[in-house]
Nanobody
Framework: QVQLVESGGGSVQAGGSLRLSCTASGFTMSRYCMAWFRQGPGKALEKVADSDADGGTDFGRDVKGRAAISRDNAKNTLYLQLNSLQPDDSGVYYC???????????????????WGQGTQITVSS
């Protein structure tokens, strides 16, 4: 059974940093494109970053330069480091995985791939 469990969310002051973890089980993470998405209050789901099986990474425009995505395939764990956090970064952060392509936000509605339950980040000014 595929499972993705996010952790590391919490409350932080503007300018601070957080490191999120996503522990995967039920599949071999090294073969998957892994991604982080987020959804702020009243906002659409958006991709934060992804890490494909070949080691390539991509970042959303709003976090470029402030985010780092990494993976430890031996531990089946994905990480997201977010720095210089701002209130607009607040929201629920989701981990997602797919064997054949890097997921997009629309894929959550269609049921493609695998998704975690999310972890909340709240950034106060």
């Amino acid at each position: 059974q595929v499972q993705l469990v996010e952790s590391g969310g919490g409350s932080v002051q503007a300018g601070g940093s957080l490191r999120l973890s996503c522990t995967a089980s039920g599949f071999t993470m090294s073969r998957y494109c892994m991604a982080w998405f987020r959804q702020g209050p009243g906002k659409a789901l958006e991709k934060v970053a992804d890490s494909d099986a070949d080691g390539g990474t991509d970042f959303g425009r709003d976090v470029k330069g402030r985010a780092a995505i990494s993976r430890d395939n031996a531990k089946n764990t994905l990480y997201l480091q977010l720095n210089s956090l701002q209130p607009d970064d607040s929201g629920v952060y989701y981990c997602a995985a797919d064997r054949y392509s890097c997921l997009q936000a629309r894929d959550r509605e269609s049921g493609a791939g695998h998704w975690g339950q999310g972890t909340q980040i709240t950034v106060s000014s």
